[in-house]
């Protein structure tokens, strides 16, 4: 019988194809594998990133506050730019190939922080301004009434539907770029000119780099039978014709971004991962590109990479 992961293989690599592709990607998400509901694990998930993302720079640049901020790959809640703006940062940017969001997702977020701060946690992640909390309420009160437009203006959040390797932000205008679970989605060949890019618009007195990365086999998310090491046993020609376009996943493990921030001259200021299961990975017969590694290192499940830009830092891992 066909697992769940392969039965998902077929239908996003089908949907892939087809026009509208993202939008009917969420469709079958939602009703079909229920992967897009904002459920409180994810939400208070992205609060825990948003909250090492807050105080890495804090840390890193002797700044309360970043002025503005970069996200790619916000996906369907902006859970990290409403924390941001809560946290009173100025200009909240989110890059992304197309608007994943819309007024009733956001509006969920906004309950779901309106519900965390009633229940006395919101302090736990974010140590916001009680005006910016004010002004969250009061967006709420006035939902219905505003556009989707409007909305986001009130929380300083600007998306750029724009190619990430060509950002139309000015040299040295960000102070702190942030990605949640992003990289593992973007191949390599990719992903290095967006990091140049990064490097561009990271203002290089005080900005900071903070990306969390999910080096598991995705599938795994949503079929518990396989191991998160699952898809490490297929070729990179096999893997061709499993991934598809919609939700790729580069495969990349942690010694891949540290070789790519090297070669970029990327400063990896501080570094801190999850070491994964040894005993889990060698049940897999892995493909010789993995098998060539010390399995600890392929072991390695997430990371998360802070790059302070200004080369006075120095690296505390």
């Known amino acids: 019988m066909m697992k769940k992961w392969q039965q998902k293989v077929i239908v996003q690599k089908t949907i ?42 804090q840390h890193y640049s002797n700044r309360p506050i970043p002025n503005s901020s970069l996200e790619i790959g916000t996906g369907w809640y902006p859970i990290v730019p409403i924390s941001l703006f809560l946290l009173g940062v100025e200009k909240i940017y989110s890059v992304d190939i197309s608007f994943l969001t819309s007024k009733p997702r956001l509006l969920t977020t906004l309950q779901q922080f309106a519900a965390c701060a009633k229940a006395g946690r ?7 301004q009680d005006t910016k909390l004010a002004e969250l309420h009061e967006l709420l009160a006035q939902y219905e009434q505003l556009s989707l437009e409007q909305i986001l203006a009130k929380l300083h959040i600007i998306y750029l539907i724009e190619d990430a390797r060509h950002l139309s932000l000015a040299d040295n205008s960000i102070d ?4 949640n679970n992003t990289f593992e989605h973007i191949y390599l060949s990719l992903l290095e000119p967006i990091l140049l890019d990064f490097k561009r618009v990271v203002n290089k007195e005080h900005g900071v780099m903070s990306h969390f990365i999910d080096m598991s086999d995705h599938f795994a998310h949503f079929d518990k039978t396989i191991s998160t090491y699952n898809f490490l046993q297929f070729s990179p020609r096999q893997w061709r014709w499993i991934d598809n376009n919609i939700q790729p996943q580069s495969r990349a493990r942690i010694y891949d971004y540290r070789r790519l921030y090297a070669e970029l001259s990327i400063p990896i200021t501080a570094e801190s991962y999850r070491p994964g299961s040894v005993e889990e990975l060698s049940q897999i017969k892995l493909d010789a590109e993995y098998a060539a590694h010390p399995a600890e290192e392929v072991a390695k499940t997430h990371c998360h990479f802070v790059s302070a830009m200004n080369t006075a830092v120095q690296p505390t891992r």
């Open 16 to 57: 892939s194809y087809l026009p509208f592709s993202h939008k009917i990607n969420y469709i079958f998400q939602k009703y079909v594998t229920k992967g897009v509901q904002l459920s409180d694990e994810y939400f208070y998930d992205r609060l825990g990133h948003a909250r090492d993302h807050i105080s890495s720079y």
């Open 122 to 128: 919101l302090r736990e992640f974010v140590d916001f």
């Open 176 to 179: 702190l770029v942030n990605s």
